[in-house]
């Protein structure tokens, strides 16, 4: 064995099978700052003693969690950039000029496809980002590290395509704005993982961080209700919808939940996997009908284009 791997990854390879009984990730002795980031996140995400050692032993920090990096990032300097051109960072739904930019999902505009991802990038205020972002990094960077980009990029997207479709089709009139459909789907997978695997999580605190995050998250979503039945600012247009939170959670409770606690494990294998993505997948295709043919059928009055 090389001498560059730790004592957990020679004592999985001597039991075999990966079967480790008796000792814990917590003996290892004398790791670095980087290293004991990596037990803490393997604490934070994984179930199995088996999978937090063997991921402990295998992850090099290559490719780094650039993802959810990368979109919060970008979310933030579109905020500051219609902060500075809107002259205002809270409350920005009440400005006459917030809809009237390319982002943001207006149902007039509802052919314009790339508004169904891309309204993640506008946010109504400072609060709402200031929410969004802080359960996006505190889970989101920690899953992106033990699952990788692209299951929880899979996760993240479903879940931003299922809140603007659940709008345009239960909440007609509304726009949407805000990456809280995403964030949802993070948080509500990894909420329900631990909770389906309550005795095998060894994070610290994990009632009280459970009682938080259900606290932030209930929070956005309060403020996202009163604000949709608040009285609009610019009438006959109404504020941002509050539906998109539910699509978020709905993804996260069943594609989320299956892609989290495969860890390792091939998902084109996993047969819950391919009836949740079936089913998400067909109802993305209703939502596309009756995008194409309910507005007209149904005489649906709409706002005003932005």
């Given at each position: 064995?090389?001498?560059?791997r730790s004592n957990s990854f020679r004592r999985a390879i001597?039991?075999?099978?990966?079967?480790?009984?008796?000792?814990?990730?917590?003996?290892?002795?004398?790791?670095?700052?980087?290293?004991?980031?990596?037990?803490?996140?393997?604490?934070?995400?994984?179930?199995?003693?088996?999978?937090?050692?063997?991921?402990?032993?295998?992850?090099?920090?290559?490719?780094?969690?650039?993802?959810?990096?990368?979109?919060?990032?970008?979310?933030?300097?579109?905020?500051?950039?219609?902060?500075?051109?809107?002259?205002?960072?809270?409350?920005?739904?009440?400005?006459?000029?917030?809809?009237?930019?390319?982002?943001?999902?207006?149902?007039?505009?509802?052919?314009?496809?790339?508004?169904?991802?891309?309204?993640?990038?506008?946010?109504?205020?400072?609060?709402?980002?200031?929410?969004?972002?802080?359960?996006?990094?505190?889970?989101?960077?920690?899953?992106?590290?033990?699952?990788?980009?692209?299951?929880?990029?899979?996760?993240?997207?479903?879940?931003?395509?299922?809140?603007?479709?659940?709008?345009?089709?239960?909440?007609?009139?509304?726009?949407?704005?805000?990456?809280?459909?995403?964030?949802?789907?993070?948080?509500?997978?990894?909420?329900?993982?631990?909770?389906?695997?309550?005795?095998?999580?060894?994070?610290?605190?994990?009632?009280?961080?459970?009682?938080?995050?259900?606290?932030?998250?209930?929070?956005?979503?309060?403020?996202?209700?009163?604000?949709?039945?608040?009285?609009?600012?610019?009438?006959?247009?109404?504020?941002?919808?509050?539906?998109?939170?539910?699509?978020?959670?709905?993804?996260?409770?069943?594609?989320?939940?299956?892609?989290?606690?495969?860890?390792?494990?091939?998902?084109?294998?996993?047969?819950?996997?391919?009836?949740?993505?079936?089913?998400?997948?067909?109802?993305?295709?209703?939502?596309?009908?009756?995008?194409?043919?309910?507005?007209?059928?149904?005489?649906?009055?709409?706002?005003?284009?932005?």
């Open positions: 064995m090389s001498n560059k001597l039991q075999g099978s990966r079967q480790l009984r008796g000792c814990s990730l917590r003996d290892e002795v004398g790791l670095g700052l980087s290293q004991r980031l990596v037990r803490h996140v393997a604490y934070e995400t994984l179930p199995r003693e088996v999978d937090r050692k063997w991921y402990f032993d295998s992850y090099t920090y290559c490719p780094p969690p650039w993802l959810i990096l990368t979109i919060t990032i970008a979310e933030v300097v579109v905020f500051m950039y219609y902060g500075f051109q809107l002259d205002r960072l809270v409350l920005q739904v009440s400005s006459p000029s917030f809809l009237k930019s390319p982002l943001p999902y207006h149902p007039q505009l509802r052919a314009q496809a790339w508004r169904y991802l891309s309204y993640i990038f506008m946010h109504t205020g400072i609060e709402h980002l200031g929410l969004n972002m802080a359960m996006q990094l505190l889970v989101g960077v920690p899953l992106e590290m033990v699952h990788g980009a692209l299951r929880i990029g899979l996760v993240y997207m479903c879940g931003v395509l299922a809140g603007s479709l659940a709008v345009s089709v239960t909440d007609m009139t509304a726009p949407v704005v805000g990456s809280s459909g995403g964030v949802y789907a993070l948080v509500s997978a990894h909420l329900a993982n631990v909770v389906m695997n309550w005795s095998g999580m060894k994070c610290q605190f994990k009632l009280f961080r459970m009682a938080m995050a259900l606290v932030c998250m209930s929070v956005e979503f309060g403020r996202a209700v009163w604000l949709r039945f608040y009285p609009p600012a610019f009438p006959p247009c109404p504020n941002p919808s509050f539906v998109a939170h539910l699509g978020g959670v709905l993804v996260g409770l069943t594609l989320g939940v299956v892609v989290l606690q495969n860890y390792e494990q091939r998902l084109q294998q996993q047969t819950l996997f391919w009836i949740f993505f079936c089913v998400y997948t067909l109802f993305v295709l209703c939502a596309v009908f009756w995008n194409v043919f309910a507005y007209s059928l149904l005489d649906v009055r709409l706002p005003p284009p932005p």
